[in-house]
């Protein structure tokens, strides 16, 4: 297998394990009250987007998506509620869109010069406001009208709040994820260079 073929593997394998040791230790779910949380789960995969390309970041971000999704059985009150509306609805919020935040970050990265930094930060700080803005736009447009949302005013003006709170949220995510990527994943990108000695 080409030296260039392992080291992608490889990575894209470390990357995984940190999204799963951030899910275990829900650390890449910081809780803020019973129906918030600020996901740092974007960090690793914007930094393999990145760094690794399109195809690594749709990887990542599929895992991404599928934690989350596995959030909603227990340990995510708010998701939880989801679930019990319709399963379906939950997993296109949940798997669909932060896979298409992992490509689009890649395809960011690629069409912004990969290589360099300014590359890497616009890539970093988009790839939380686009995992909100998918995010956040499924879930008002598959449940604002879901007769457990639309038939109640209480759990209209809740399904409100949680979509107002969040989008402040993200400014945390934001600034985490376009600090730590831009850093990490310009980092990366040089030892690789040097790995492959090109």
Same mark, same amino acid.
């Given at each position: 297998m080409p030296k260039k073929k392992i080291l992608f593997l490889t990575e894209i394998a470390v990357l995984i394990a940190i999204i799963i040791?951030?899910?275990?230790?829900?650390?890449g779910y910081l809780s803020l009250g019973p129906v918030l949380s600020i996901t740092l789960m974007t960090i690793p995969v914007a930094i393999g987007a990145i760094a690794l390309g399109p195809l690594?970041?749709?990887?990542?971000?599929?895992?991404?998506?599928?934690?989350s999704f596995l959030q909603c059985y227990g340990a995510d009150p708010f998701g939880v509620a989801l679930l019990n509306a319709s399963p379906l609805y939950?997993?296109?919020?949940?798997?669909?869109?932060?896979?298409?935040?992992?490509?689009?970050?890649?395809?960011i990265a690629r069409a912004t010069s990969k290589?360099?930094?300014?590359?890497?930060?616009?890539?970093?700080?988009?790839?939380?406001?686009?995992?909100? *803005?998918?995010? #956040?736009?499924t879930l /008002?447009?598959?449940?604002?009208?879901?007769?457990? =949302?639309?038939?109640?005013? $209480?759990?209209?003006? *809740?399904?409100? #709040?949680?979509?107002? /709170?969040?989008?402040?949220?993200?400014?945390?995510? =934001?600034?985490?994820?376009? $600090?730590v990527g831009t850093l990490v994943s310009k980092a990366l990108m040089s030892m690789n260079k040097n790995q492959l000695g090109s």
């Amino acid at each position: 297998m080409p030296k260039k073929k392992i080291l992608f593997l490889t990575e894209i394998a470390v990357l995984i394990a940190i999204i799963i040791f951030l899910t275990v230790t829900r650390l890449g779910y910081l809780s803020l009250g019973p129906v918030l949380s600020i996901t740092l789960m974007t960090i690793p995969v914007a930094i393999g987007a990145i760094a690794l390309g399109p195809l690594a970041g749709t990887i990542l971000g599929f895992a991404f998506g599928l934690t989350s999704f596995l959030q909603c059985y227990g340990a995510d009150p708010f998701g939880v509620a989801l679930l019990n509306a319709s399963p379906l609805y939950t997993f296109i919020v949940c798997v669909p869109t932060r896979t298409l935040v992992g490509l689009f970050t890649g395809l960011i990265a690629r069409a912004t010069s990969k290589r360099s930094v300014l590359s890497c930060t616009v890539a970093s700080f988009a790839c939380p406001l686009m995992n909100t *803005v998918l995010f #956040l736009g499924t879930l /008002f447009l598959l449940f604002w009208s879901h007769p457990l =949302v639309a038939g109640s005013d $209480v759990t209209q003006s *809740v399904f409100a #709040l949680f979509i107002a /709170f969040a989008g402040v949220n993200a400014v945390a995510e =934001v600034i985490a994820t376009g $600090v730590v990527g831009t850093l990490v994943s310009k980092a990366l990108m040089s030892m690789n260079k040097n790995q492959l000695g090109s």
